[in-house]
């Protein structure tokens, strides 16, 4: 496994309370204070375990399925080789286990299309230097370090939807390849590193090393989502928000209608959630499943 938690295990939560509960009942026989039977509380304790177990087999799997291909940890752009990336299909950006947060609060500065003769493939967010810069989604770092050229030091993330989101010109990194990133966690300090004329985010989001104009989802005047998914095809991804309307009509987006997948041969519950851009903790809530539940082919999924 090539990836760490940054935050403490349940687990250890799970342990720390069965240590507390031994000492107290060792503490509370000697003052006759009546506890429940012991067989409850086993009960009660297995149910918890249970619980936490299913949630770190969802993340766990999640995980090895977002790092099995293009995972290439030493350059920024991943999808190089890819000569045809799929497209015509909906994207979620949260659901209720990923969430968002804005990186920075900030104004932007410069959009996304072209500016001195070359395209500007991001947004760039005003900050003081030193400011903490968060992670916009939940995923894993796949790149951390500094850039001999334009973006001096970058993290990139890969999200569970397969998108991937650029954090450059950075004083200070505090993550590396690997680590398992939540919504609002502190990646690094902003900055003025590489090609920069003062301190700035620049800020892009990326399917398949493609970008896109961030401003198609994010509002950074509200820190809000202008939308929960988005669908991907071409014109999506050629088209600036100032230019076109703000989203996507609501008949294109993934959310605005229910979608049920038939299971085929072969299929996977990881490979269900990597082909409608959703993850497999919402689709085993959507269909009250447990995450390791053998799915047959035949077998009809709602999965969004």
Known sequence: MNYKRRKAFPQMFIIILVMKVGVAFSSSSSANIFMPPVDSNK????????CVDSLEDTDSEEIDDLIESNWIVHQIFA??????????????LID?????????EGRVLNGFGPR???MHKGVDISLKHGDPVRAAFDGVVRH???????????????????????YAHLSKINVKPGDQIRAGDTIGLGGSTGRSRGPHLHFEVRYFDKAFDPEKIICFETGELKT????????????????TAKSQPQSELIGSTEIFYTVKKGDTLSKIARKYGVTIGNIC????????KIIRPGQVLRVN
């Open 43 to 50: 009960i009660v304790l297995k149910d918890t375990l249970h």
């Open 79 to 92: 999808y190089k080789d890819v000569k045809e990336i799929p497209l015509n299909l909906g994207i979620q």
């Open 96 to 104: 209720s286990l990923h969430s968002f947060v804005l990186p920075v």
């Open 116 to 118: 001195g003769g070359r």
């Open 144 to 166: 951390a370090a500094r850039n001999k050229h334009g973006f001096g030091n970058i993290v990139v993330i890969r999200h569970f939807n397969g998108l991937e989101t650029y």
């Open 228 to 243: 929960n998914s988005i669908y991907l095809d071409e014109e999506f991804l050629t088209t600036r928000t100032r230019l």
């Open 285 to 292: 809530k959507l269909n009250n499943i447990h995450p390791k």
